[in-house]
């Protein structure tokens, strides 16, 4: 089942984020991790070790299952991470690269 | 004094220790079919065995002691089919790769410096000793994520590294698949030697049997005078950082910096006269993180997840410490200080030579005697 918002008709400011070349409409206040899994995101990464996929899971930085590439940074807590107009997050496909922002 | 749990008739060896040196021995004793109690402190117990970097190292060993270099590339050459041997039996990888190791220098001075301890090491050694000095160009042609300011490196081909815990998983498998029996959590307080053999007086009964082998890294000191023998190790503290797995670059292990099986980067170490402290400190840490970035400066942007210290067991000249009791025959003390390295010798040649085998050539350079007469601490 897809996550969905409360409407609490609040009008929050909407921000502009790309998620796998995808536009996608968050609302300032909402962690990357959030505002992915309300225009359903599944799955966040596979494991480095396994390849086992992986969605966020305690959503308050301490699983570290939610990790993503943030404007070019690898392994970003997407939980922990406010967004911000234009940000650029990728999903991560086994371990990180080495190199990288 | 209480009797003893068992009678002398059912345990042939007791092993005291269940680090990676006493494991060994353990492991090794039980396939050849003697029947073996393994005693082990716990988690609260010092143990290097758990924290410790993997290395499967010849180059630099045995500087002023070519005994101990030998000792180190028969070990080297036995590891591949010690691994296999646990892979068969356990189903364990250790992740063992011996493709060629590194040193790498950030000075000249240092370069020269190692470059004498080769030619005095080659010398003494009066065997192929396959260590080459490369310059800089050499070792960014081997790995290209090498800094500008590595000027070059300590090359041997013989070097490797494996992974210290699934070492341990797979020995303590291997051991209980062949019937071997583990008392974890039993810290031994006192031995005593009896007619036909030995009582080992543990926090959960004491236990009896006419061999003892001491593999309590720095347990062995005070247990070791209770037998005849003497093993004056003091700790000698590392500390590790590690970071997140990222995708494999890093091949050949080098001396402070390899990337693990399952793409970890682990940075060591420090050298510290610490105590019984098993800690870290920011100094220490920021300065081993430093020097691994000018190895590698892509490790700058890399997460840290993990850091710790522990306490190498360290005898007064860091050889190793093997020997057999002769006031009371049958007691045994073991420790070293590259219990990974050495971990297919105490499973094998060692245990050859605890049943009554010859004893090996090196061993009579590693006996505790040298250290008679010697102030220690
Ligand atoms: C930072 C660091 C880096 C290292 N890097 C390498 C490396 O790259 N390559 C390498 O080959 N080696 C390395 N080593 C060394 C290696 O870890 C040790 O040689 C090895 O762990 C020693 O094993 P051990 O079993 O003798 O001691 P330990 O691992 O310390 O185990 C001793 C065991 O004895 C038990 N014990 C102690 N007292 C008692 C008692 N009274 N009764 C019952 N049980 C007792 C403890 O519970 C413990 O499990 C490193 C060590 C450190 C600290
Ligand atoms: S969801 Fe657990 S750390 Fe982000």
């Known amino acids: ?101 | 004094m209480s009797g003893a749990a068992n009678d002398f008739g059912d345990i042939d060896t007791i092993v005291v220790g269940g680090g990676v040196v006493g494991l060994s021995l353990a492991y090794g004793l039980k396939k050849a079919g003697e029947r073996v109690l393994l005693l082990d402190e716990g988690d609260d117990a010092y143990r290097a065995a758990r924290g410790n970097f993997g290395l499967v190292w010849v180059q630099g060993k045995g500087l002023g002691c070519p005994a101990y270099a030998r000792w180190t590339m028969q070990s080297a050459a036995a590891w591949p089919a010690f691994a296999d041997e646990l892979r068969e039996r356990t189903g364990v990888d250790v992740e063992l790769s011996q493709i060629g190791g590194l040193t790498m220098c950030l000075h000249d001075d240092e370069m020269a410096e190692r470059a004498a301890q080769l030619t005095r090491l080659r010398h003494d050694l009066a065997q192929a000793y396959p260590v080459e000095m490369w310059d800089g160009a050499a070792v960014r042609k081997l790995i290209p994520q090498t800094g500008p300011d590595v000027v070059g490196a300590v090359w041997c081909p013989l070097d490797g590294h494996a992974s210290p815990l699934r070492l341990l998983r797979a020995l303590l498998q291997g051991y209980d698949s062949l019937g071997g029996r583990l008392a974890a959590g039993s810290r031994v307080e006192a031995i005593t030697p009896r007619a036909g053999g030995f009582h080992v007086r543990t926090t959960f009964g004491t236990f009896a049997a006419p061999k003892v082998v001491l593999a309590a890294g720095l347990g062995n000191r005070t247990l070791a005078p209770q037998v005849g023998l003497t093993a004056p190790v003091a700790p000698n503290r590392g500390q590790i950082l590690v970071t997140e797995r990222v995708q494999p670059f890093l091949r050949h292990p080098t001396l402070y910096v390899r990337q693990t099986g399952e793409g970890v980067l682990q940075i060591g170490d420090s050298k510290e006269d610490a105590g019984f402290d098993d800690g870290t400190t920011l100094a220490q840490l920021s300065r081993i993180a430093a020097r691994a970035v000018r190895c590698f400066p892509l490790l700058e942007r890399m997460n840290i997840v993990r850091t710790w210290g522990a306490l190498r067991v360290m005898s007064p000249d860091g050889l190793p410490i093997y020997q057999a009791s002769t006031r009371h025959p049958g007691a045994f003390v073991i420790t070293c200080h590259s219990g990974i390295t050495l971990a297919p010798q105490h499973a094998g040649a060692l245990v050859d030579w605890i049943l009554g085998g010859t004893e090996p050539q090196p061993l009579q350079h590693f006996k505790a005697e040298r250290f008679d007469g010697m102030a220690t601490h």
């Open chain 1, 1 to 101: 089942m897809a996550w969905q918002r409360i409407e609490d008709g609040s009008d929050a400011v909407p921000v502009r984020l790309v998620v796998e070349g995808r536009p996608v409409q968050a609302r300032a206040g909402d962690t990357v991790a959030a505002a992915m899994l309300a225009v359903g995101v599944a799955v966040f990464r596979e494991t480095p070790v396994s390849g086992a996929p992986r969605a966020p899971l305690c959503m308050m930085g301490v699983c570290f299952d939610c990790l993503v590439e943030v404007d070019g940074r690898p392994n970003v807590q997407a939980c922990m991470t406010p967004v911000a107009e234009g940000m650029q997050i990728c999903l991560q496909h086994g371990a990180r690269r080495p190199e990288g922002a």
